[in-house]
C-alpha cells in the first residue's frame, strides 16, 4: 500500500492539513506512530498522542481543537468522523492485501465444477463435483468443499474451512479459520436395549445468507431434515456452535463459546454475549439482548427484552436478585445472632 495525502482525502472528502504529498505505505496506531504510517484520532483520552506521533499521516474529526501545533512531519486530514473513515481506509487496505486470483498447485477442482471469475483457490483446495462458486471468490489453501455446495459472488473462506455437501453461502461472506460447515447435527436415539444408541441421520443441509461473517472455529451443523439457516448480515464470533435445525435471524450477532441448541430460533437483531446457551426448540424474540455467560431454557417473547443469569431473567430484576444474593452472607450471620440470643433467654 502506497497512498499519498491527497489520495487519502479525494476517498474520504476530507480537508488536508500539512503536505498534501506526504506518502504513507503501512498504518500504526497514533501512540506507537512512526514515519511513513497512517494513524487516526477519534477517542479524546489519546489527543496528546497527535502533538508526539511520529505518523506521516493522522485523520482526525473536523471538530478538533488544536493546543499548540503538531510535529512538522505530520499531515492531519479533517474529516466528519474519522472513525468511520479510517473504518472505510480499513476495508480498502483489506480488500487490497487479499485480493488474490488464480489457481494454485496442487488442488483438486472436480470437471463438473463451475468457477466465477477472478477466483483464487489455493494450493490444497478441494473443490467437489457440482460445485458451484461465484465470481471474485477467494478459497484460501486445505479448504475443502464438500459436493453440490454453492457459493457466492465475493465470498472468502480462509484456510482450513470445511463446507460439506449441498450447502449454500451467500454472497459477500466471510469465514474464518478451521471453520466448519454442515457437519451432522448432534442426533442419536437410544435402541430398545437403552445400552447405546443409534445414529439419526443429519441428511438436510446449511443455508447461509448474504453478508454474514462467521470467525474461526465455529461449527454449523447441517439439519436432520430441511436447513439450518444462518440469515442475512449474521455475525458469529470464534468457538460458537449452531445446532441442527436452529435458526439465526437477520443482523443477530453472537459472542464467542455460545451455543444455540437445535430447533432454536433466534429472531433478527438480537445480540448474544460470551459464553451464552441456549436451549433446545426455544424461540427468541427480535431485538433481544442476552448477557454473558447466561443460560437460556425457555422462550423470550418480549421483542428488546434485555436477560441474564441462570436461568436468565429480565435484567434489571436480575441486578436487584444479585444485590440480595451478595448480602446474603451477612444476613445469615445476622439470623444466625438472633437466634442465638433468642434460644438464651
Do not use: W
Amino acid at each position: 500500500m502506497e497512498f499519498s495525502a491527497q489520495q487519502i482525502a479525494n476517498l474520504l472528502n476530507g480537508e488536508i492539513e500539512g503536505d498534501e504529498n506526504s506518502i504513507v505505505t503501512n498504518l500504526s496506531k497514533i501512540e506507537q506512530g512512526a514515519p511513513k504510517t497512517l494513524s487516526f484520532l477519534s477517542n479524546p483520552a489519546y489527543t496528546n498522542y497527535i502533538y508526539t506521533t511520529d505518523a506521516s499521516i493522522v485523520i482526525v474529526n473536523k471538530t478538533l481543537v488544536l493546543d499548540k501545533p503538531v510535529k512538522s512531519t505530520c499531515t492531519l486530514i479533517r474529516v466528519e468522523n474519522s472513525y468511520e473513515a479510517f473504518a472505510k481506509l480499513l476495508e480498502l487496505y483489506s480488500q487490497t492485501k487479499g485480493n488474490k486470483v488464480g489457481i494454485e498447485q496442487p488442488s483438486f477442482i472436480s470437471p463438473n465444477a463451475t468457477l466465477g471469475t477472478d477466483c483464487y483457490i489455493g494450493a490444497f483446495a478441494y473443490i467437489g463435483q457440482n460445485v458451484t462458486i461465484g465470481k471474485n471468490v477467494k478459497l484460501y489453501p486445505h479448504v475443502y468443499i464438500g459436493d453440490h455446495v454453492t457459493i457466492g459472488d465475493n465470498t472468502t473462506l480462509f484456510s482450513g474451512v470445511k463446507v460439506y455437501h449441498e450447502c449454500i453461502i451467500g454472497a459477500n461472506c466471510t469465514v474464518h479459520a478451521s471453520t466448519v460447515i454442515g457437519s451432522d447435527g448432534f442426533g442419536f436415539a437410544p435402541n430398545n436395549s437403552g445400552e447405546s444408541f443409534a445414529k439419526v441421520p443429519q441428511i438436510g443441509n446449511v443455508i447461509i445468507e448474504d453478508n454474514v461473517e462467521i470467525g474461526s472455529n465455529a461449527s454449523i451443523d447441517r439439519a436432520t431434515l430441511g436447513s439450518t439457516i444462518l440469515h442475512k448480515g449474521v455475525k458469529l464470533d470464534n468457538l460458537v456452535q449452531i445446532a441442527h435445525n436452529a435458526e439465526i435471524g437477520e443482523n443477530t450477532v453472537i459472542a464467542g463459546l455460545t451455543g444455540v441448541a437445535g430447533s432454536s430460533k433466534v429472531g433478527k437483531n438480537c445480540m448474544i454475549g460470551a459464553q451464552v446457551g441456549v436451549a433446545g426448540h426455544l424461540r427468541i424474540a427480535d431485538g433481544v439482548k442476552i448477557a454473558g455467560q447466561s443460560g437460556i431454557g425457555s422462550n423470550i417473547d418480549k421483542e428488546g427484552e434485555i436477560v441474564q443469569g441462570s436461568p436468565a431473567f429480565s435484567i434489571g430484576d436480575y441486578k436487584r436478585s444479585y444485590v440480595l444474593f451478595r448480602g446474603l452472607p451477612k444476613l445469615s450471620a445476622k439470623i444466625s445472632d438472633l437466634s442465638k440470643r433468642l434460644d438464651s433467654k
